[in-house]
């Protein structure tokens, strides 16, 4: 299982930073990924990292203020969110892939945490 922490309440502009921490087990998947989801809509990826090359995938709408980071002996996956802007409210949940790649579906992914809720304030 994947435990995400680090949400809030931040004003548009602003930063926040998210953990993702996972058992020895899960951190033995390729991939973890980050998704969020907004009160009436579908989940979405947001970022996801490989565990052992540090290869990065993000979604269009968070490419360039996203960064996505892991600490292999922490077995910890981090979002630094920057620039967060009203549209990133979110709960964002945190996921281990189950395919040896970064999928964009949330259906290639296991381990869910129950998720972390950030929100932006204008």
């Known amino acids: 299982q994947l435990q995400a922490s680090g949400g809030g309440l931040v004003q548009a502009g602003g930063s926040l930073r998210l953990s993702c921490a996972a058992s020895e087990r899960t951190a033995d998947r390729f991939a973890t990924g980050w998704f969020r989801q907004a009160p009436g809509k579908e989940r979405e990826f947001v970022a996801g990292?490989?565990?052992?090359?540090?290869?990065?995938e993000y979604a269009d709408s968070v490419q360039g203020r996203f960064t996505i980071s892991r600490d292999n002996a922490k077995n910890t996956v981090y979002l630094q969110m920057n620039r967060l802007k009203l549209e990133d409210t979110a709960v964002y949940y945190c996921?281990?892939?189950?395919?040896?790649?970064?999928?964009?579906?949330?259906?290639?992914?296991?381990?869910w945490g129950q998720g972390t809720q950030v929100t932006v304030s204008s």
């Open positions: 996921a281990a892939s189950a395919v040896a790649r970064i999928s964009r579906s949330s259906l290639n992914y296991r381990s």
């Open positions: 990292i490989a565990w052992s090359s540090g290869y990065a």
